[in-house]
């Protein structure tokens, strides 16, 4: 609990963090990027043979980009006194005025395109090289339980049954609009299921590990905090954030070869975005060079190209790599999960804590507790990564 001297001594950054967090909640990209018509799109591109790029439509913007943006600059961050918070929310700013150019922009290709790369950046040579190096392992023999037998309602009973082991709610919603077969939105705080998604039994325990064992325990610690920035998320926490995620299906026994090969797949579309690739172009690459599945294919090909080029996709390989690394070196990852924090301000996290200005987690990701990994081939390519 926060003390009132605390709250006096450091007045002018809680009074910013506030007026922060009342602009940021008016957007959360991701709500706005995720296609009205995907289905429809995706039967008109299947029909057409692979030839005609989909015209997506997207959700309406309900904030003035221009006044949003105005607002986040006038916040007066020289009141700070701390040079490393004040640094923090400086990085802070222009990490969400860039947000809404990007949010703005979407439908607008190039626009949007140059402005997500701003906050996502691009893969790496040594990115594509580990993607390639996942490609080409041999495949494993799809072990028991593979069938799609569950539906979304089967998911969701599921889900509310996982949710037990942690202590707080779990709000459930289906959806048609969403381009993942589940997914948080973290300023709701629910767990949103593609309606027409079908499940098999190893993609219930990975999702539930992703989903709820990270992203809802980041965001109730999160929302746990006194600054609001724990909640809102950190400039470039997508990937520590999706790296913790997918590490708990690895902790959890889930992880499988072909669930990593998803995620290479994922980087070598968003390379292939970067070398000027259309839709259809991704899609060839995916589908009849790597021989994908075509469903496949046409879902990480989406995820990539929606708004306009969208390289967020490729953080979850290099997450995975950082948060495994750092595990593996033996640090605590309590402190990745206080909220939507990224890895590369654990010293800040540390430093507001012993402050008095950020609490230690409350919720602790159930999977990290003990490796239930025993697939020694995920092992190989995780220690061989560069």
């Not at 943006?69 to 916040?75: A, G, K, V």
């Not at 609001?228 to 998320?233: A, E, H, L, Y």
């Not at 790599?321 to 890895?343: A, H, I, Q």
């Amino acid at each position: 609990m926060i003390t009132k001297d605390i709250l006096k001594d450091n007045a002018a950054l809680f009074t910013i963090d506030k007026n922060l967090d009342r602009l940021i909640k008016r957007i959360e990209l991701l709500s706005y990027l995720n296609p009205l018509n995907t289905e429809k799109e995706k039967h008109r591109f299947f029909s057409s043979k692979y030839t005609e790029e989909p015209i997506f439509k997207y959700p309406k913007q309900n904030f003035n980009a221009f006044k949003l943006q105005r607002s986040l600059f006038s916040n007066q961050l020289e009141k700070i006194e701390d040079d490393d918070i004040r640094d923090l929310y400086q990085g802070i700013v222009y990490y969400y005025a860039n947000m809404v150019q990007t949010a703005e922009a979407i439908g607008e290709r190039k626009k949007f395109f140059y402005n997500s790369l701003k906050l996502y950046g691009t893969p790496k040579e040594k990115d594509v090289a580990n993607a390639r190096f996942i490609l080409h392992i041999k495949n494993e023999k799809e072990g028991e339980n593979q069938e799609k037998k569950y539906t979304a309602r089967d998911a969701q009973a599921y889900f509310e049954e996982f949710v037990e082991r942690y202590d707080f709610p779990l709000n459930i919603k289906l959806s048609t609009s969403i381009a993942a077969d589940a997914m948080v939105s973290n300023s709701t705080q629910t767990l949103y299921i593609k309606k027409n998604a079908k499940f098999n039994d190893n993609q219930l325990k990975t999702l539930a590990n992703h989903e709820i064992g990270v992203h809802m325990v980041t965001t109730f610690n999160g929302l746990n905090q006194p600054l609001k920035i724990f909640s809102n998320g950190f400039p470039k926490n997508v990937e520590t954030q999706e790296g913790l995620a997918v590490f708990s299906e690895y902790m959890s026994g889930a992880l499988t070869l072909s669930r990593l090969k998803i995620l290479a797949y994922r980087v070598i579309a968003a390379d292939s975005l970067i070398k000027g690739y259309s839709f259809s172009d991704t899609f060839d690459l995916l589908h009849n060079q790597y021989k994908l599945d075509r469903d496949k294919a046409f879902i990480i090909t989406l995820r990539i190209h929606r708004g306009g080029g969208f390289t967020k996709d490729y953080l979850y390989l290099t997450g995975l790599k950082k948060v495994y690394e750092y595990y593996k070196s033996g640090n605590n990852l309590s402190p990745l999960l206080t909220g939507k924090v990224s890895l590369d301000r654990v010293d800040s996290i540390v430093k507001l804590q012993e402050l008095g200005l950020a609490s230690k987690s409350i919720h602790i990701t159930d999977s990290y507790s003990a490796n239930k990994n025993n697939n020694s081939s995920i092992d190989f390519i995780l220690h061989n990564l560069i």
